[in-house]
């Protein structure tokens, strides 16, 4: 499948470089002001298209959540969809440290607890969009509320 920088053909994005450091400067080379809307969109749109391209989007596939198991460190995968699921269900990590952990071939951070994945996205602006993880089924087993209750 071909990259998401495929369509700017005019930047040439370093493959295993982390995602928000290619996409930064893939912004400036767009003029893209950071926090813009168009930022966020695009934004939406790297994790989203990366994510797919490394672990697909068919939530009713099992190999892609065991695939899933074990990039995040996973080491007992389970045989079924569900058992993925509830594996899963305890392991908090960013989903743009799971693209990177694929780019860079660095193992994915886990965080302890939800707190400590909210803090540290906080921290580190690697927020992906909600409404943008919503429409890979994979996606959805990481999704957490960063702001507000």
Same mark, same amino acid.
């Given at each position: %499948?071909?990259?998401?920088?495929? #369509?700017? =053909?005019?930047?040439? =994005?370093?493959?295993?470089?982390?995602?928000?450091?290619?996409?930064?400067?893939?912004? $400036?080379? /767009?003029?893209?002001?950071? &926090?813009?809307?168009?930022?966020? #969109?695009?934004?939406?749109?790297? *994790?989203?298209?990366?994510?797919?391209?490394?672990?697909? /989007?068919?939530?009713?596939?099992?190999?892609?959540? /065991? !695939?899933?198991? $074990?990039?995040?460190?996973?080491?007992? *995968?389970?045989?079924? $969809?569900?058992?993925?699921?509830?594996? +899963?269900?305890?392991?908090?990590?960013?989903?743009?440290? +799971?693209?990177?952990?694929?780019?860079? &071939?660095? =193992?994915?951070?886990?965080?302890?607890? %939800?707190? !400590?994945?909210?803090?540290?996205?906080?921290?580190?602006? #690697?927020?992906? =969009?909600?409404?943008?993880?919503?429409?890979? &089924?994979?996606? #959805?087993?990481?999704?957490?509320?960063?702001?507000?209750?």
């Amino acid at each position: %499948m071909t990259s998401w920088f495929a #369509k700017y =053909p005019e930047f040439e =994005p370093d493959p295993v470089a982390p995602l928000l450091v290619e996409f930064s400067r893939l912004a $400036i080379h /767009q003029n893209w002001e950071e &926090g813009s809307k168009k930022y966020r #969109k695009e934004w939406g749109n790297c *994790v989203g298209e990366n994510f797919t391209t490394e672990f697909g /989007q068919n939530a009713s596939n099992l190999a892609g959540w /065991q !695939a899933l198991c $074990i990039e995040v460190g996973i080491t007992d *995968v389970p045989t079924s $969809i569900t058992g993925c699921r509830k594996a +899963l269900r305890g392991v908090f990590v960013n989903i743009v440290d +799971l693209v990177d952990a694929r780019r860079t &071939g660095t =193992p994915v951070k886990r965080h302890a607890s %939800m707190k !400590a994945l909210r803090a540290y996205i906080k921290k580190t602006g #690697k927020i992906y =969009p909600k409404k943008a993880a919503k429409k890979n &089924g994979f996606l #959805k087993a990481f999704l957490i509320t960063v702001f507000g209750p």
